[in-house]
């Protein structure tokens, strides 16, 4: 997306009585951002040297702007390396960095290596330039056996260094182990089971035959919680099934009623159903 942004500064351009600015870096941006970098571009901005300078000058350039939205699209705009202070230097416009243009689409090969603009990019961010220099190789490899084509290298290679960083920071790096005989299921365990009517006293009563089968197997996972949390389930639902075998056990088993013998032979109320009519 910088680049596109960057890419686009290039088509800028400032009349003496008209603003013009570049739809996309508008829509990414905002039309504020886009009319100050258009201002940037064209050399309009008489003081770079500071931030009260830089806002002076876009002041004088456009009168409808408050300070508060010129300082705000001013620190954007440096954020993104759009704009830089020029300190100590008045009326010396420092060009807008710009990544290389590629005009048509290639293949990425094994020469290819990203942009000296890229890295600026990367630098903004926290990521090392060790994980840097990995994702690079991995990058590569994955590209080149692709075959794709492409115009926007460095733009998918920023993008997908990003993504891959977000993955590492969030990602728990537990490693699998077996189980220990004090283990003891987290709270949430608890509360999973409770949606499913088996409360913390129930679920217990499975604890110590579930840690002798898994020690015994000796198996190694990265967490017992989910194992322990499908343990109960399937034990409970076969002490609910014997339970319910139990209660209709009397009324199956041959040889067995719930009268005496002379109720039911001075009982007659079969013969109210017979219909003699």
Request: glycine residues 2%; hydrophobic residues 35%; charged residues 35%.
């Amino acid at each position: 997306m910088i680049q596109l942004i960057r890419e686009e500064v290039s088509k800028i351009s400032l009349n003496k009585n008209e603003l013009t600015f570049s739809k996309e870096i508008a829509e990414t941006l905002g039309i504020e951002s886009a009319v100050i970098l258009n201002l940037y571009k064209e050399n309009k901005l008489d003081d770079i040297s500071s931030m009260q300078g830089l806002l002076e000058s876009v002041k004088k350039n456009i009168s409808f702007f408050d300070d508060q939205t010129i300082n705000t699209c001013l620190a954007k705009l440096i954020k993104f390396n759009l704009l830089k202070i020029d300190i100590g230097h008045k009326n010396n416009h420092k060009s807008v960095i710009s990544p290389p243009k590629n005009t048509s689409s290639r293949q990425l090969d094994d020469d290819w290596y990203p942009a000296k603009e890229t890295f600026e990019i990367i630098e903004m961010t926290d990521i090392p330039e060790d994980f840097c220099n990995l994702k690079l190789k991995e990058f590569k490899v994955y590209w080149i056996e692709r075959g794709q084509k492409k115009n926007n290298w460095n733009s998918a290679f920023i993008d997908f260094l990003r993504r891959e960083w977000v993955k590492e920071i969030n990602s728990e790096k537990k490693l699998p182990h077996t189980i220990d005989e004090n283990w003891y299921p987290d709270e949430d365990v608890f509360d999973i089971l409770n949606l499913s009517e088996i409360n913390k006293e129930s679920a217990l009563k499975y604890l110590r035959e579930f840690i002798l089968y898994w020690k015994d197997k000796g198996e190694a996972l990265t967490t017992w919680n989910s194992k322990f949390i499908d343990h109960v389930k399937r034990r409970q639902l076969m002490s609910d099934n014997t339970e319910n075998n139990e209660k209709n056990k009397g009324y199956s088993e041959p040889g067995k009623y719930t009268q005496d013998f002379k109720t039911r032979k001075n009982d007659n109320n079969w013969a109210k159903e017979i219909n003699l009519d």
